[in-house]
């Protein structure tokens, strides 16, 4: 694409992305929380992870939804993108999907040029991802978890690092 004769290079590009969930898969929460669920709905009682209020979700087991329906974006070299929505939008499942963390059920993602399924290793060594729920250790000091995360990228710049 070319805007004021300044060609823009895509960094990312997203095409026909669709990704369903279906619902009452296991894998909703921890191991220990899905076995009290399962436990608790073998013997006819009231699943104990339930929030106050909440409806019982028994009834919407196997139901499946359309999270992601058909997404294209294009992100270009140097731009600065924030995707907006409401809860259940399908906000993080694009960025999810966009990093292969989730499997679309189908379309393409590409970074750099490069299918990010075919070249996951190599695209995730040139971008960071920080997800909303990042736990670091309480106690630890960032030095000591600088050592850890930069054993996962091959180019790790220390420099670069302490810039921030």
């Not at 499946?64 to 259940?88: C, H, M, P």
């Not at 075919?118 to 909303?132: P, S, T, V």
Request: hydrophobic content about 35%; glycine content about 10%.
């Amino acid at each position: 694409m070319e805007r004021n004769n300044i060609k823009k290079t895509p960094a990312i590009v997203i095409s026909n992305v669709k990704k369903h969930y279906k619902l009452g898969q296991i894998g909703g929460g921890t191991l220990q929380a899905d076995l009290q669920s399962w436990w608790a709905k073998k013997r006819g009682k009231e699943d104990p992870n339930m929030k106050i209020g909440q409806e019982d979700r028994a009834r919407l087991v196997g139901q499946s939804f359309l999270a992601l329906n058909g997404i294209d974006l294009t992100v270009y070299k140097g731009e600065a993108v924030g995707i907006i929505g409401g809860n259940g939008a399908g906000k993080s499942t694009t960025l999810k999907a966009i990093l292969n963390m989730v499997n679309a059920d189908s379309g393409s993602v590409s970074c750099f040029d490069m299918d990010m399924k075919e070249n996951e290793r190599e695209i995730k060594q040139r971008i960071g991802f920080a997800g909303g729920e990042v736990d670091y250790y309480k106690k630890k000091k960032i030095r000591d978890i600088l050592v850890i995360t930069k054993q996962f990228y091959e180019n790790w710049d220390d420099k670069t690092c302490n810039k921030y």
